[in-house]
């Protein structure tokens, strides 16, 4: 059984969908074990202790330099045994020593088709936005492994979800979250917890 860490900031919807999806058996062989949040008043804290998950909080506030945080971080990772660690709307930039540390076995959540509307800049309602003024027709999700590459790590799931004429960032991004994310987040993380994923020259392969 893998140990699932999940880093949040924010609401912690992705957060839910994984708790779901690991009671209900979508994600096999792995077990959420601890939330970390950038955020001591994120709502995905609650979600964690609703479902008895132990939490810890880490602000990029409390060090001086980066590289302080970065090794605090890491630490903390190491500290929980982390097998597998989840960005699920983690809103600090990960460093090298994260990174380095655990070569993929980090996977984000991306609210759009990489590599359209990607890099760095494009989080929050700045992706749909970019979208819509875009005019694309599809855009959707992408699970993918973190490195050093901001959103360039290998693409592991992706779906598509359709725009619509009319559509508000704010809907395009509800749309793509109830008909993408969720879905795909547990996918992904419940197909490395069973070794299914295979890294070849920065592409992931999956075995299923
Ligand atoms: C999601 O849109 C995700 O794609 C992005 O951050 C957002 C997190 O939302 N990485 P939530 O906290 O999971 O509700």
Redesign the pocket.
Known sequence: MKNIVVL??????????LIDAEKSGIIKNGKITCVISSNPD???LERAAKNNIPTEVIRRRDYDEFIEYDKALTALLKSKNADLIV?????TILGHEVISAFPNRII????ALIPSFCGEGF??LR?HEAALNKGVKLSG?TAHFVNEVCDGGPIIIQKSVEVKSGDTPEVL?KR??EQA?WKILPQAVSLFCQDKIKVVNNVAIICD
């Open positions: 949040v900031s924010g609401g912690g919807t992705n957060l839910q969908a994120a709502y995905a960005l699920a709307g983690f809103m984000n959540i991306h609210p989080y929050g992706v999700a991004q793509i979250m994310e």
